[in-house]
């Protein structure tokens, strides 16, 4: 009898960590459309793009990448776009944290403001930064042809995403885990770093891989704005149409390759951020 208690609570345990398939016909053909679909709108382009890089042979690829106003363009993109990311990290967490957690006149207002980056088409978005930030500007800041408008008009098309990602998990965090903390002498800085953070910390991690993803590649908002000057304002998506417009889709899938192994990159680092900072909490 002794022997084989734990011989069956190995086995049971075994069986409990063991993966179970639970696909049934039809879920199993639901995950077919699903692969289907997200290849046709996804997989399939991104191969496409590869291979047109591909297609003008390493050399092309490498005398693309390192031309002067090429490696400028890519540089200014993702700096500005690093920039706008870690900005929409700490601002994006302050105002989802007030929209949750603070009761004022003018909330639902704010909330639904939140969502116009989302709403304009992105030209629109141009045409409203430019006036009010451009020659005439009611505001008297004129940042128009400046590296500054590419951070403005980055800034302005990335704010959602940070905050939509963390209010609804701020919305479902229970506030007895911060009271306990409390009660245990905590003070509301080590409450909110060993309590709330670690469980906001995945939610901020995919906002700001979705905020840079969508900073690196934004072309409307910021084309009246920062006009597109060489070695100064412009931008790896400016870049890329010229190279199309000149017939030369080698170059344009080069710089699109190298921009979406950029991105890839930073979304991975951003996951293994996200998951060394739960694990510490």
């Known amino acids: 009898m002794t022997t084989a208690t734990p011989l069956v609570e190995r086995s049971a345990t075994s069986r409990r960590r063991s993966p179970r398939n639970t696909l049934t016909r039809s879920s199993g053909l639901g995950l077919g459309i699903a692969v289907l679909w997200f290849s046709l709108l996804v997989l399939i382009p991104l191969c496409a793009v590869v291979v047109t890089a591909a297609e003008g042979g390493p050399q092309t690829f490498w005398n693309t990448i390192t031309n002067d106003q090429t490696w400028a363009a890519i540089r200014l993109t ?20 007030v929209l949750v957690r603070d009761r004022f006149w003018g909330r639902g207002v704010l909330d639904v403001l939140i969502d116009i980056p989302f709403a304009l088409p992105t030209i629109v978005a141009g045409l409203v930064l430019l006036s009010l930030y451009g020659t005439d500007s009611p505001l008297g800041i004129d940042v128009a042809n400046q590296p500054s408008s590419v951070f403005l008009a980055y800034l302005f098309v990335t704010l959602p995403f940070v905050v939509r990602t963390v209010q ?10 911060e009271e306990a903390a409390a009660s245990l002498g905590a003070s509301r800085l080590t409450t909110f770093r060993r309590v709330i953070l670690p469980s906001l910390t995945p939610a901020i991690a995919a906002g700001a891989a979705l905020s840079f993803a969508r900073g690196v590649s934004e072309y409307g908002a910021l084309v009246l704005l920062s006009g597109n000057l060489p070695f100064h304002t412009e931008v ?8 199309i417009e ?22 991975v680092l951003l996951d293994v951020l996200q998951r060394r900072v739960a694990r510490r909490g």
């Open 78 to 97: 993702v700096l500005m776009a690093a920039a706008v990311t870690v900005v929409n990290a700490i601002m994006g967490t302050l105002i989802a944290w």
């Open 168 to 177: 609804p998990v701020l919305e479902e965090l229970e506030g007895d885990v």
């Open 236 to 243: 790896t998506s400016v870049r890329i149409l010229g190279n």
């Open 246 to 267: 000149n017939n030369n889709l080698a170059a344009a899938g080069s710089v699109a390759t190298l921009l979406l192994l950029i991105s890839l990159t930073v979304i």
